[in-house]
């Protein structure tokens, strides 16, 4: 089952930062927040991850809040290449130790970015 | 360059002719999954593999099969494909590790028929 939710569908404009939200509120102290995004058909692709601090690569950056419960996908000046189903999820980091690093994706958000 | 294959990319077949799926990685990942993704349903895990010689079931494995005799290739199996496993399908693969890192790297997905 996914821990997370996300809404269905956002569009942002061409050049505008794109901020998509996720809820968490049942995670645990250990689990991790990771974003993936799928575009059109591909393979997905990993984009970022964090406990409790902010990160920030040369994709994106997620913040996270103070309680956990919630956090923020940020794409600084989207393009229509972004356009994507992003995918939200939380599980503890690596190896389990259940036996496998198996992702649980759920519905994701679909961003449209517009020209 | 570091990616993940999938042979082939496109395949309609009929019921019961036994096909395979190859699935390579060049960048020497102890760990390698297959998913199928079906809309609405989103992505699950169908099997994994921690290692060469180890592999063990994800969350749908009725009517496949995998090998890991070498740590480069992970191929699925169908022995007798039905039309219920008609799917778009993605290899995946990370390097086992325990630090907090769960970065997959998919391949670009293999679009089953079974007719």
């Known amino acids: 089952d996914a821990k997370t939710t996300q809404p269905p569908s956002m569009d942002c404009a061409e050049g505008r930062a794109a901020n998509l939200p996720c809820n968490h509120s049942?995670?645990?102290?250990?689990?991790?927040v990771y974003w993936y995004r799928q575009i059109h058909s591909q393979g997905p692709q990993y984009i970022i991850h964090?406990?409790?601090n902010n990160e920030t690569n040369e994709m994106a950056s997620l913040i996270i809040t103070e309680d956990r419960k919630s956090s923020t996908l940020i794409l600084p000046h989207a393009t229509l290449r972004d356009t994507a189903v992003y995918y939200c999820i939380v599980r503890e980091g690596g190896y389990s130790g259940a036996g496998s690093y198996q992702l649980t994706f759920g519905k994701g958000t679909k961003l449209s970015v517009i020209p | 360059e570091a990616q993940v294959t999938q042979n082939p990319r496109y395949l309609i077949t009929v019921t019961g002719k036994k096909l395979t799926v190859t699935c390579s990685q060049n960048?020497?990942?102890?760990?390698m999954s297959w998913y199928r993704q079906d809309p609405g349903l989103g992505l699950r895990q169908i099997y994994y593999s921690m290692n060469v010689e180890v592999t063990d079931k994800g969350d749908v494995p009725e009517g496949y099969k995998v090998s890991r005799k070498e740590k480069r290739n992970f191929p699925l199996i169908l022995e007798s494909p039905s039309p219920n496993q008609t799917s778009l399908y993605f290899c995946?693969?990370?390097?086992?590790?325990?630090?907090?890192?769960?970065?997959?790297?998919f391949g670009p997905g293999t679009r089953l028929t079974v007719l």
């Open positions: 995946a693969s990370t390097p086992r590790r325990t630090s907090e890192l769960n970065e997959q790297f």
């Open positions: 960048m020497n990942h102890e760990y």
């Open positions: 964090g406990l409790k």
């Open positions: 049942t995670i645990s102290g250990n689990e991790y």
